[in-house]
């Protein structure tokens, strides 16, 4: 029946080249690291392409059963895998940009001391990531689902003798913990209620039932849980928090798992759910306002950051934000077709800025950048095409995608489609401007640094060899995948002109083409249509102009609104003090209740205590019992013959009664 | 015919010679002597409850008694001499190291 009879390979692979760079990989030599590293990625890439080729919509999905797993009464879940349109394309985009990812890391990791380290968690990330999407039951979603964060964890926290890093990790850990909670209580759930996890059978349970207009209901909390965990993986408000700070690991880790894929983990989930969302509008509403919310929220902080990264960062909080409105607005097909985009032109990005930050040694801060489009053409190129993909400027990937979520929204009601325009506005604003403070103008930092301490955010050890005379362009093994993606940004829009994308995705979401048939004949207004795609490309090339007239034709105006607009600008240079607003309602309060509380009160005041007292009681007696053992051997006998009178005595008086 | 309670008195008599024995002599040899009276005390109960309920287990177990006796003397002879040949002295209020 299947044509993918080494579907359980893709993942698996990737996990063997984990495991012999792990155990091995410290006394390897780097090229042979290189090798496994790549070799196996690769294979799962090509595996992956072999499987799209042989993949047929007619007879998917696929099921794979590798293993059985748990096995109690009727409730059983098997290590099994599923293969279907949505699969396939999660499949494409995580390999194929992984495999990329892991070539650019080659270059951007190749002297760091813990080389193999790094290479060893790419692929257990890899092999996570590839289980998740895979997965034909939430248990083993959920599976991958934790791997990912684990390899997240390992890899913000690579650099761990950093206090930042090292806490940023941490912080990523714990805050996906409060969605993973919210994703284990809907399983639970689904469990009481449906008997299994398995997708078929949850769906085939779920599909009979009529949406719960109410408000409430087991659908909508499902529905809402998964959200929570969903929100938690990729970020959205209010769990975002931890996604910025993610950007103290390795560039090549922000592009891979903080951009391109493991974030995207939440809106795969949310789409994979779709039968359970669409019979839950009150859910559906929510993932739409967060999404919406979200994209907004974030792009205005991207404004005032002054961190390359940083930047991208929100801006990849923002995109995900149009993945969850678009999913919440029905249109999952828009949402994915994002998905794929955004993993290539982000991916892009966030390479291109990890060759600026590797060609000018380090520094991450953009004030002390520009004119490096002299330096980086290469670079350069490729970045400005991702710009212009994630602007929306036509006919880069972006457009395509962000149109299609557009239009769906605007089908939703106008008031997602207003904020999504405008955070397309600022989107473009922010991209441009930082082109132009990175690429325009004169070279800001200083040139001649020749025994420079790498104490920028990203101290990638390459500082050895060579001091960094001026800004040089990376090596070809960097801008290979730069290339490889900037072609991708440009061509991968097409796939979904005249909807064909959206057709391939449908029979995963058959639910959703009630709403896709609803619009369909609304549709033939295509005057519409098309209005609104002017709309959002003027309000993208505005954005363009504006951020030119800020930062390239009058770079000195910035800094006068800033400081007219002190308040306010303050307020989002700082993150709207969100992180300050957790820190006092919840870490604080959490410390305190810990240290006073449970440290001092219960764990010194009670648990310590108890058993400190019981040892002391127990020396204590002893120290009086013990002058019974002086070393006369006659006083021992006095205490045996006096026990024998004792006992004698007991037995008498016991007879006598 | 003797009645029981007389050989009990004697046993009673010799186990607490013995018990006196061991507790009040500071000579080694001594304080042996008085464990083999307690022994012979308490074979001496044995017996007479034996003869008195025409049992054979309590002659029985006096010949274990006995075995277990004559072992105990040779080892705690040899013993004796272990410690006569190191300390000098047969005094135990002066064999006193084993204690904290």
């Known amino acids: 029946m299947t044509p993918n009879p080494y579907l359980w390979l893709v993942p698996l692979l990737p996990l063997a ?114 289980t998740l999407v895979l997965a034909k039951n939430y248990l083993v979603m959920f599976i991958g689902w934790e791997g990912v964060g684990l390899a997240s964890y390992l890899l913000i926290g690579y650099w761990f003798t950093k206090d930042s890093a090292a806490s940023a990790g941490k912080k990523a850990f714990i805050v996906n913990r409060i969605g993973d909670f919210g994703f284990l209580i809907a399983l639970f759930l689904m469990i009481k209620h449906f008997g299994s996890l398995d997708f078929t059978h949850v769906f085939a349970a779920v599909r009979p039932l009529s949406p719960e207009t109410a408000g409430t209901g087991l659908l909508t909390a499902i529905g809402l849980l998964l959200m929570v965990g969903a929100a938690g993986k990729s970020a959205q408000i209010p769990l975002y928090v931890w996604l910025p700070d993610a950007m103290e690991g390795p560039t090549p880790v922000s592009a891979l798992i903080h951009a391109a894929t493991m974030v995207t983990a939440g809106v795969y989930m949310v789409a994979r759910s779709s039968v359970i969302f669409e019979r839950a509008p009150t859910a559906m509403m929510v993932v739409a306002i967060i999404g919406t919310l979200t994209a907004l929220f974030a792009a205005t902080i991207g404004i005032a950051q002054t961190d390359i990264k940083k930047v991208l960062a929100y801006s990849t909080i923002s995109q995900l934000g149009y993945m969850f409105m678009a999913c919440g607005v029905g249109a999952f097909s828009a949402g994915i077709f994002h998905l794929m985009t955004h993993a290539f032109f982000k991916g892009l990005l966030f390479l291109a800025a990890g060759s600026v930050i590797h060609g000018i040694g380090g520094e991450q801060d953009m004030r002390k950048m520009g004119g490096l489009r002299l330096y980086m053409p290469w670079t350069f190129a490729t970045m400005g095409i991702a710009t212009l993909a994630i602007a929306g400027i036509p006919p880069f990937a972006g457009f395509w995608s962000k149109d299609e979520i557009l239009w769906k929204a605007f089908n939703a009601s106008w008031v997602y489609w207003l904020i999504g325009v405008i955070t397309a506005f600022i989107t473009s604003f922010y991209m441009f401007r930082l082109m132009y403070m990175t690429f325009g103008g004169e070279y800001r930092g200083a040139v001649v640094q020749q025994a420079h301490g790498h104490d920028g955010h990203d101290a990638h050890g390459h500082g050895q060899g060579h001091g960094h005379g001026e800004p040089h362009e990376s090596p070809w093994v960097m801008l290979g995948p730069l290339v490889i993606l900037a072609v991708l940004s440009v061509v991968g829009g097409f796939v979904g002109y005249g909807n064909r994308f959206e057709h391939f995705l449908a029979p995963v979401f058959q639910g959703a083409m009630e709403v896709a048939q609803e619009t369909s004949h609304e549709a033939v207004d295509h005057t519409l249509e098309y209005l609104l795609m002017g709309v959002s490309i003027s309000v993208a090339v505005l954005g363009w102009l504006l951020a030119y007239l800020l930062y390239s034709r009058h770079p000195q105006l910035p800094a006068r609104i800033a400081a007219k607009l002190d308040g306010l600008y303050q307020a989002v240079a700082h993150k709207y003090y969100i992180d300050e607003l957790y820190d006092a309602l919840f870490v604080k309060p959490l410390i305190e209740g810990s240290t006073t509380i449970l440290w001092h009160d219960i764990d010194q005041g009670v648990i310590d205590a108890a058993v400190n007292d019981s040892a002391d009681a127990a020396r204590h007696v002893s120290d009086n019992v013990r002058h019974m053992q002086s070393g006369n051997l006659r006083s021992y006998a006095g205490w045996v013959a006096a026990g024998g009178a004792v006992v004698i005595a007991y037995m008498i008086w016991m007879g006598v009664r | ?49 034996a003869a008195h309920w025409h049992a054979l287990s309590g002659q029985v177990f006096v010949f274990f008694v006995m075995v277990v006796a004559a072992a105990e003397a040779a080892v705690g002879l040899a013993i004796i001499i272990a410690v006569y040949r190191t300390r000098e002295t047969l005094n135990v209020d002066r064999v006193n190291l084993l204690k904290l």
Request: aromatic share 20%; charged share 10%.
């Open chain 2, 1 to 49: 015919m003797v009645p029981l309670s007389y050989y009990l008195v004697l046993s009673g008599i010799l186990f607490a010679c013995g018990v006196l024995g061991f507790l009040i002599k500071r000579n080694i040899i001594t304080i042996f002597m008085s464990i083999e009276l307690m022994l012979n005390g308490v074979n001496l109960s044995f017996v007479a409850f």
């Open chain 1, 17 to 130: 080249g984990a495991a012999i760079n792990g155990f091995f990989g410290r006394r390897s030599s780097r090229k042979a690291i290189t090798a496994v590293a790549l070799v196996f990625c690769g294979l799962a890439f090509l595996l992956a392409v072999v499987i799209a080729a042989r993949f047929s919509s007619a007879s998917a999905p696929y099921y794979f059963n590798l293993a059985h797993w748990l096995r109690s009464g009727s409730f059983q879940v098997d290590f099994s895998f599923y293969l279907d349109q949505l699969s396939l394309v999660m499949l494409l985009v995580v390999t194929g940009v992984g495999f990329l990812i892991h070539i650019y890391s080659v270059g951007y990791m190749w002297d760091d001391d813990g080389y193999y380290r790094f290479m060893s968690y790419m692929n257990l990330f890899m092999f996570f990531m590839l």
